[in-house]
């Protein structure tokens, strides 16, 4: 009985130690496993911040390059005004009223005609436009057309009061303006750069639909020209 006794003391001393080492080696264990989920967690964090941060740099770059595609636009779109400009100042230089009949002798003096009421009334809304005064441009084109109904002026005073209306972000008054053009004045030089002007002031405001359809019009049944060019810039900012 006492030998019985003696040998399961050091036994159970056995089993314990055995038993305290796996409890041991169980904390240990899931203190790694716990440090290791930390890790991982720590590493996914990581991930989705640098996933973030790529999203974030090519959504900028993204813009940028609309950005950049947009100013073209815009450049290409003022280039074409000035010419616009110019080509009327021209024009009314070089209208019958201002030319000479025949060629004077020399030294002989040159009768220049004066400048009819309707003249003067377009060259100072146009002066107004170029000046940047697009308020008191409006109101000399609105003046212009109002008391020179059959002028062959008529036109380009209504596609440049679009423009001064435009130019205020008064987008639904220049969209009735160059509708009208387009509705009056097919045959005109200004009916395709009222027809982009339309299209826009419909995504100036917010009819996306709309300008889509109106810049796809331009690009599918005017290929070639400057202004189907822009409605295709504009419908590759729009992701179209």
């Known amino acids: 009985m006492r ?22 080696q169980l904390k240990k264990v899931e203190q790694e496993v716990g440090d290791l989920k930390v890790e991982i967690f720590r590493l996914r964090q990581q991930a989705e911040e640098t996933a973030k941060k790529a999203e974030a740099e090519q959504k900028a770059a993204a813009e940028a390059r609309a950005q950049d595609r947009r100013f073209q ?25 201002r030319a000479n009949a025949g060629v004077p002798a020399a030294g002989a003096p040159v009768a220049v005609a004066p400048a009819s009421d309707e003249d003067k009334a377009f060259q100072s809304a146009t002066l107004d436009y170029n000046k940047g005064s697009y308020g008191l441009a409006a109101e000399g084109f609105q003046l212009f057309l109002k008391n020179s109904p059959t002028s062959a002026r008529r036109p380009e005073a209504i596609y440049f009061l679009g423009l001064s209306h435009y130019n205020q ?32 002031c419909l995504l100036k405001q917010g009819l996306k639909p709309a300008a889509a359809k109106a810049f796809k019009e331009l690009v599918e049944g005017f290929q070639g020209t400057p ?10 900012d729009l992701g179209l």
Request: with cysteine.
């Open 73 to 97: 636009a815009d450049s290409q779109e003022s280039l074409r005004q000035v010419q616009e400009t110019v080509r009327v100042m021209n024009n009314r230089l070089n209208s019958p009223g």
């Open 3 to 24: 030998l019985i006794r003696t040998l399961a003391v050091p036994a159970t001393a056995a089993l314990l130690a055995i038993g305290c080492s796996s409890q041991d």
């Open 227 to 236: 202004e189907a060019r822009t409605a295709q810039q504009e419908l590759a």
């Open 169 to 200: 972000r008064a987008y639904d008054k220049g969209q009735a303006a160059f509708e009208q053009v387009l509705r009056e004045h097919a045959g005109s030089a200004q009916f395709l750069p009222a027809k982009l002007k339309r299209a826009q």
